[in-house]
T-cell receptor
Framework: KAGVTQTPRYLIKTRGQQVTLSCSPI?????VSWYQQTPGQGLQFLFE???????NKGNFPGRFSGRQFSNSRSEMNVSTLELGDSALYLC??????????????FGPGTRLTVL | AQKVTQAQTEISVVEKEDVTLDCVYE???????LFWYKQPPSGELVFLIR??????QNEISGRYSWNFQKSTSSFNFTITASQVVDSAVYFC???????????????FGSGTRLQVQP
């Protein structure tokens, strides 16, 4: 079974631009979560989507948004990019058979550089 | 609020040495899950193990073993006879219920970079 895939793998943008990242979960997985990884702040939870609805959200500004499609694929969008948004963005999917026992499986990430 | 502490920033060992990575957590939940992930240079987080708060039995998987002790809020990870391929950053993570939605997000420690020298 294919793992979590993320596109693109690398992205370079300039301040003020907006960006959209894509994530395809493992087949059959219905929950998708997004995390930001930076050297200073480490791994931080952005948001989680399930059945096309945002179910949980971390402490990030409104410039960060996402959505999930009916096939469970997810996108996240960052508007008005800032230098501090440079990071590795990781997507994770989970099965959701037993909510409390879910293991999140991660994709390879999208490395975003903001110049 | 939940918190995960990995006090060891970087560890360097020589191949075939045993190494233990420490993880200490804080949570108010009685039901929670603990995880270990490995992040090689490629960047992808690789799932290693999940442990629920009601199961304190230690686990061994090949050269890997985990020691979960609720009394000290620790979930330590030992690699026996380390190999160069074990070089990576290892993250400990905690999952507990979100009070408002009941959903969970992973709280990660800061990671321990393990360098295994040949």
């Amino acid at each position: 079974k294919a793992g979590v895939t993320q596109t693109p793998r690398y992205l370079i943008k300039t301040r003020g631009q907006q960006v959209t990242l894509s994530c395809s979960p493992i087949s059959g997985h219905r929950s998708v979560s997004w995390y930001q990884q930076t050297p200073g702040q480490g791994l931080q939870f952005l948001f989680e989507y399930f059945s096309e609805t945002q179910r949980n959200k971390g402490n990030f500004p409104g410039r960060f948004s996402g959505r999930q499609f009916s096939n469970s694929r997810s996108e996240m969008n960052v508007s008005t990019l800032e230098l501090g948004d440079s990071a590795l963005y990781l997507c994770a999917s989970s099965l959701e058979q037993q909510a409390r026992a879910d293991t999140q499986y991660f994709g390879p990430g999208t490395r975003l550089t903001v110049l | 609020a939940q918190k995960v502490t990995q006090a060891q920033t970087e560890i360097s060992v020589v191949e075939k040495e045993d190494v233990t990575l420490d993880c200490v957590y804080e949570t108010r939940d009685t039901t929670y899950y603990l995880f270990w992930y490995k992040q090689p240079p490629s960047g992808e987080l690789v799932f290693l193990i999940r442990r629920n708060s009601f199961d304190e039995q230690n686990e061994i998987s090949g050269r890997y073993s985990w020691n979960f002790q609720k009394s000290t809020s620790s979930f330590n990870f030992t690699i026996t006879a380390s190999q160069v391929v074990d070089s990576a950053v290892y993250f400990c993570a905690l999952s507990e219920a979100q009070e408002d939605t009941g959903r969970r997000a992973l709280t990660f420690g800061s990671g321990t970079r393990l360098q295994v020298q040949p």
